[in-house]
């Protein structure tokens, strides 16, 4: 993988997403979703805009 990020403030057993050449997979074990570099980028988007914000 070329980057991890942990989404927890604390520890490296939470899950993580993971970015490589063609995918990004976000979860843990086999609770993972994978996403297409083109989806990844939609849902930044649509973050950013603030279509989609905090829980």
Known sequence: MEKKVVLCKD???CP????DEDRVRIGEGY???ILTKEQWN???EKVRSGELGEA
């Open 11 to 13: 520890c490296h057993c």
């Open 16 to 19: 993580a997403v993971e970015f």
């Open 31 to 33: 609770n993972t979703t």
């Open 42 to 44: 939609i849902l930044v």
